[in-house]
């Protein structure tokens, strides 16, 4: 099946898109985590959001939760890792499975970390974003996982399970992993080490470990990363006042296209976003 739109980000930019998309009966693929966005959770209280006087940000993210049932709206609890083009169609890559659509949201929100050196070089040939879908491939072996949010570490034990040996960073606090074949590294990853794939990680205290793949369980994926070409001003997708990208029928809002980092652009840049998909959809 061809969707009409493509979304990446539950957060209020993809709340906003979806909504008005669904309104409009459009065929729509939302992707991103169903607890929506950690961003909003963690606000204590929005002061500056017109109609929700001081809401707090699970009280907002609960509103956002009851307005997605009431409209019939679904999520793809996938993190989207590589999107291509394929005349006027994109080909989205959902954790190891292959989606299709016309038009594309980037609603992905700021990246905090960016790429490590070597990791685009060496997608696919030893990095990974996915464990379930690579997983399997290195049983027995030695690998090192990056895991950027506890509520990957179901993912770090089913790799630690396969693997013979696994090297971990775990970049949040109260990591709870405590495997035998499972060692924690604090020296942060400096670089992806290879050629024509993954041999080993060297470290900023100058060390290096030699490693067969490399695990990147993080909550955003760089633009630069998804679609390879996209004008970017710095960390933000370079968008027109339809939140038109440089590449036709990719759209982008909310934080990911620039400051102020806030609730109510985040919004009004989705609003408007999908309206401009609707007039794309219907030029085409
Ligand atoms: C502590 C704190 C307090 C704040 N207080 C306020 C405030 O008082 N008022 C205000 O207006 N704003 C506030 N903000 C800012 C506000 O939360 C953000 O501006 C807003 O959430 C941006 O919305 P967004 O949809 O652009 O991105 P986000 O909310 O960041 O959502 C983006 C989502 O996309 C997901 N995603 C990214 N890449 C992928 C991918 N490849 N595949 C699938 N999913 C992906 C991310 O995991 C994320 O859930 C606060 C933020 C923080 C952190």
């Given at each position: 099946?061809?969707?009409?739109?493509?979304?990446?980000?539950?957060g209020?930019?993809?709340m906003s898109a979806a909504l008005n998309l669904k309104l409009h009966n459009k065929e729509i693929l939302w992707f991103g985590s169903a607890d929506l966005s950690m961003k909003v959770q963690k606000?204590?209280?929005i002061a500056n959001y017109p109609g929700c006087a001081k809401i707090s940000g699970p009280e907002l993210n609960g509103r956002f939760k009851e307005q997605i049932w009431e409209a019939g709206l679904e999520i793809t609890d996938k993190m989207v890792t590589s999107i291509s083009a394929i005349g006027d169609r994109f080909m989205l890559l959902g954790d190891n499975e292959v989606y299709e659509a016309r038009t594309?949201?980037?609603?992905?929100?700021?990246?905090s970390a960016k790429a490590l050196p070597g990791e685009e070089e060496l997608l696919g040939r030893g990095v990974s974003y996915c464990a379930t879908c690579d997983g399997f491939l290195y049983?027995?072996?030695t690998i090192a996982v990056l895991c950027g949010a506890k509520r990957y570490e179901h993912e770090v034990a089913y790799l630690a399970e396969l693997a013979d040996k696994v090297y971990l960073w775990a970049n949040y606090k109260d990591c709870e992993i405590d495997l035998p074949n499972v060692q924690r590294l604090d020296s942060p990853i400096k670089a992806v080490l290879g050629e024509k794939r993954v041999t080993g990680i060297g470290l900023r205290d100058e060390t290096e470990i030699d490693v067969d793949g490399l695990f990147i369980l993080r909550t955003s994926v760089a633009p630069a990363t998804l679609i390879k070409g996209i004008e970017m001003n710095g960390p933000h997708i370079v968008v027109n006042r339809n939140?038109?990208?440089?590449?036709?029928?990719i759209f982008a809002a909310g934080d990911c296209t620039g400051r102020p980092y806030q609730v109510a652009k985040a919004i009004g840049e989705g609003n408007v976003a999908a309206h401009a998909m609707l007039e794309y959809l219907a030029e085409k």
């Open positions: 099946m061809i969707y009409d739109a493509a979304i990446i980000g539950t209020p930019a993809g606000s204590e209280k594309i949201l980037l609603a992905t929100g700021t990246v049983k027995g072996k939140m038109e990208t440089s590449k036709p029928g």
